[in-house]
């Protein structure tokens, strides 16, 4: 049976990117595995009003069973009618890598999918990504296309070093695809260890200080399409509160390092309109979750552990829709 996501109250990514483009922030993008992380998403997007894109990977489907996902987010689009009505958000594929799973997607009620052909060549990028947009376009769905190639772990295919996107391929690529938006690589990277040490110096403290982002690439793509919604995979800041925490409580978090709010923040502002976060929700909830065994090693009740999980994730998403993307409060801008 297919279902469109209009039917379920969802939205595409178009009109949310359109204002993230023209007041200069980003709208976040939230991976969730399970009943905790969609709550903590929905109550901490809601309670903000941030338009957000709720994020399932191939990964996720596997774990939670593409099923159940799918009436798992039917659900947090009622909700989110009880707990701020004007408010919408996007079902989004994270790095689909083949056209059926795009199709299988936008058959069961996705309202947008990304196509993450950035592993192929050139050539074989722009087919695979023009054929998802064939069909997604029939469907008022929109897609995010990818050029260059992030460091970590992408498409369960592991890549040592970034292949920085070239400025010039995007226009071919865009033209020939026709693309909603283009997913870049300009030095974030999948995961919690964003950098090696070596590549990376160290501030007085001796605390690890990541390359800055190549806001100079950005600035050359933005010039080459302008208005063009970017969005910045790998973009997780690693909080190094969360790192310190599950290291104290058992933990073995060896030198991660992520990307700094300030470089998030810049990156907002300009055509950045879509910044995806992962990481840093699975740490929140790890560091609380280990706090809690540790305090209180007879606790057995997953409520007492995952419920103060939940909070610190939700707690988490409202600060990076404050203070980072700067989404917070434009709900009401897009929809009221
Ligand atoms: O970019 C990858 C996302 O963080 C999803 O990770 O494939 O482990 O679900 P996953
Ligand atoms: P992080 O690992 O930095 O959270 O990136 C997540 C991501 O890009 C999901 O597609
Ligand atoms: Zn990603």
Redesign the pocket.
Known sequence: MTVSYKDLGLVNTKAMFKKAFELKFAVP?Y?FNNMEQLQAIVTGCAESDSPFIL?V?SGARKYANQTLLRYMAQGAAELLKELNPHLKFALHL??GDTFELCKNCIDSGFSSVMIDGSHHSFEKNIELTRQVVEYAHQHDVTVEGELGVLAGIEDDVVAAESVYTQPDEVEEFLEKTGVDSLAISIG?S??AN?FTPEQCTRNAEGVLVPPPLRFDILEEIEKRIPGFPIVL????SVVPEYVNMINSHGGALKDAV?IPADQLRRAATSAVCKI?????GRLAMTAVVRKVFHDSPAEFDPRKYLGPAREELKKMIIAKNQDVLGSAGKGKLIWG
């Open positions: 993008a991976n994020q990977s994270d790095h974030t999948h995961g964003k995979h790998g973009a997780s992520g995806n976060i992962d990481s840093d």
